[in-house]
């Protein structure tokens, strides 16, 4: 069965760069696209941005100039690099895969998520 | 970029009750809709994709329909492991937007 793990620091300092990568057990990170969520405390899901094994990407706008996702299909995993982080990056993120049936997406398997504290 | 809106924020509701949840979206997004349960410490999970079709292995209480841009969730008879907090979710267009999350509470 196929499981999603994330792992990174839990605390980043303002101003530097959060980095987490999400490892994929049990299966293969090809074929499919892959996706980035984020839970603020006391807040709701915030979608990130997704990737293709091949490289390709999309994100949400709102943090664009400051995210970037990778990926490394010889380790089965990727990865999510956040820039000039504030307390407002202060959250839960959650790892996940995309399914699509024709054309409807959904994220249909994800991470238990990690909380990364945004504080010096 | 959609907006949802779900409601209620919160639904307090004992064992064997039916329950509903509603989700409207800004614009139409035909049946680009999914809906999520998430407990304090697991990992999200899918119950229903396109609007109305139950993931495999999610038990047959769960239900949804759909409109335009009118969805609801439906749970027929609760059990003690439904109660979570629910989120619907949009992949018609980027960003991805989610609800805000209706808690599923004991009463």
């Known amino acids: 069965q196929v499981q999603l793990q994330e792992s990174g620091p839990g605390l980043v300092n303002p101003s530097e760069t959060l980095s987490l990568t999400c490892t994929v057990s049990?299966?293969?990170?090809?074929?499919?696209?892959w996706t980035w969520v984020r839970q603020p405390p006391g807040k709701g899901l915030e979608w990130l941005g997704y990737?293709?094994?091949?490289?390709?990407?999309t994100y949400n706008r709102s943090l664009k100039s400051r995210l970037s996702i990778s990926v490394d299909t010889s380790k089965n995993q990727f990865s999510l690099r956040l820039s000039s982080v504030t307390a407002a990056d202060t959250a839960v993120y959650y790892c996940?895969?995309?399914?699509?049936?024709?054309?409807?997406?959904?994220?249909?398997?994800w991470g238990r998520g990690t909380l990364v504290t945004v504080s010096s | 970029d959609v907006q949802m809106t779900q409601s209620p924020f919160s639904l307090s509701a004992s064992v064997g009750d039916r329950v509903t949840i509603t989700c409207r979206a800004s614009?139409?997004?035909?049946?680009?809709l999914n809906w999520y349960q998430h407990q304090p410490g697991k990992a999200p999970k899918l119950l229903i994709y396109?609007?109305?079709t139950l993931q495999s292995g999610v038990p047959s209480r769960f239900s949804a329909t759909d409109s335009e841009t009118d969805f609801t969730l439906t749970i027929s008879s609760l059990l003690p492991e439904d109660f979570a907090t629910y989120y619907c979710?949009?992949?018609?267009?980027?960003?991805?937007?989610f609800g805000q999350g209706t808690k599923l509470e004991i009463k």
């Open positions: 996940a895969r995309i399914r699509s049936v024709t054309t409807n997406w959904s994220f249909d398997l």
């Open positions: 049990s299966g293969s990170i090809t074929s499919f696209y």
């Open positions: 990737i293709y094994y091949t490289g390709s990407t």
């Open positions: 614009q139409k997004i035909d049946n680009f």
């Open positions: 396109a609007a109305s």
């Open positions: 979710q949009q992949t018609y267009s980027t960003p991805y937007t």
